[in-house]
């Protein structure tokens, strides 16, 4: 999870990932300017600035906040989890109530050109029936959870966009996880 500080009447934010402080990015107004600024003083700096943040440390003036996914890293990681290596590997459990199966406490690592994703994967299988039992034997990856968010992605069919809903109202709206909404990618 990436967060972002932002300082009192500074053009200035810095970008950095509590698990990779070394690889932070400055940005004045938006623009990655890290090549013109980065020296050892600002890397001590900035190692000491983040390390305070994550012990708790209160900084007057100073502002931290998390960085949501973009829309390219969303679709990537929906595409990595939709693959046929990885969906197969998926352990899935049936959700009676919702009438479907779905990955539920089963965080999965996802590695993408951004880096690498702990989320867990939401799924809807298809139904085939035989005579007593029911089994899953189509996937469609619908979203996934990360760092207090769901992040639904990509348009589907009144019937599955209801079951999203269900979904997240059963299992995520009185935890307060925030409900975004990605379009897919082309």
């Known amino acids: 999870m990436k967060k972002e500080i932002k300082m009192r009447a500074s053009k200035y934010t810095i970008e950095y990932d509590p698990a ?27 190692f000491y600035l983040t390390e305070n943040i994550e012990n708790g440390v209160v900084l007057d003036g100073i502002t931290v906040s998390k960085i949501m996914l973009d829309s390219i890293t969303a679709n990537e990681i929906v595409n990595v989890l939709q693959s046929k290596g990885n969906s197969d590997n998926l352990k899935w459990v049936e959700n009676h109530y919702l009438n479907t199966f779905i990955t539920m406490d089963i965080p999965v690592n996802v590695i993408t050109r951004n880096g690498d994703y702990c989320v867990m994967p939401i799924l809807f299988f298809k139904r085939r ?24 992605v990509g348009k589907y069919t009144l019937t599955t966009s209801k079951l999203f809903t269900n979904l997240y109202n059963t299992y995520f709206a009185n935890n307060k996880y925030k409900r975004v909404y990605i379009p897919k990618c082309k």
Do not use: A
């Open 20 to 46: 990779k402080q070394w690889d932070y990015r400055i940005k004045r107004y938006g623009e990655d300017v890290s090549h013109k600024l980065r020296t050892n003083v600002m890397d001590d700096i900035v």
């Open 129 to 152: 029936y035989r005579t007593t039992e029911s089994f899953p034997y189509k996937r469609y990856v619908l979203g996934f959870v990360y760092e207090g968010s769901v992040y639904e």
